[in-house]
């Protein structure tokens, strides 16, 4: 038998579990992009709304605008890192497979980056006039 293991502090035992500080940091970032997104997502559909009626054209010029297209560009990125953070937490806290845990995690961050990525682009493109 292991005196070791007997004779140790539950306490001790925990300790050695690793860093429990990274959690407080994904709580934190998962807040200020629920922020970021009231306003943004407020702003978008105020811009969405504007469009109605419009032409292809005038929809165009408005995602040109400079203003216009740093706000989309930024409620693009503060959706798909908060739709990041938000599955993280349901297939950490759901899914207790280990394989199918890493797989679906992998899969949720191509698939963020990915779509962040070719959301950005358009974006850029149109301001760009491309």
């Known amino acids: 038998m292991n005196a070791r293991g007997k004779l140790r502090n539950p306490l001790k035992t925990a300790r050695g579990l690793g860093s429990a500080k990274d959690g407080t940091h994904h709580f934190v970032v ?3 992009t629920a922020i970021a997104l009231i306003f943004l997502s407020l702003y ?3 811009l969405v ?6 032409d292809y054209a005038a929809v ?3 995602v040109a605008h400079p203003c216009n ?5 930024a409620f693009l990125v503060a959706m798909f ?5 938000g599955l993280q ?3 950490e806290d759901y ?3 280990p394989w199918l845990a890493i797989a679906s995690q992998l899969t949720v961050v191509f698939v963020c980056v990915l779509a962040a990525l070719a959301s950005v682009l358009a974006v850029i493109r149109i301001a760009l006039g491309a």
């Open 60 to 62: 165009r010029a408005s």
């Open 95 to 97: 899914v207790h497979t």
């Open 89 to 91: 937490v349901v297939i």
């Open 44 to 46: 978008v559909l105020g």
């Open 49 to 54: 709304i504007s469009w109605i009626g419009g």
């Open 30 to 32: 998962q807040r200020v």
């Open 69 to 73: 297209a740093v706000l989309l560009v």
């Open 81 to 85: 890192w908060h739709a990041k953070l």
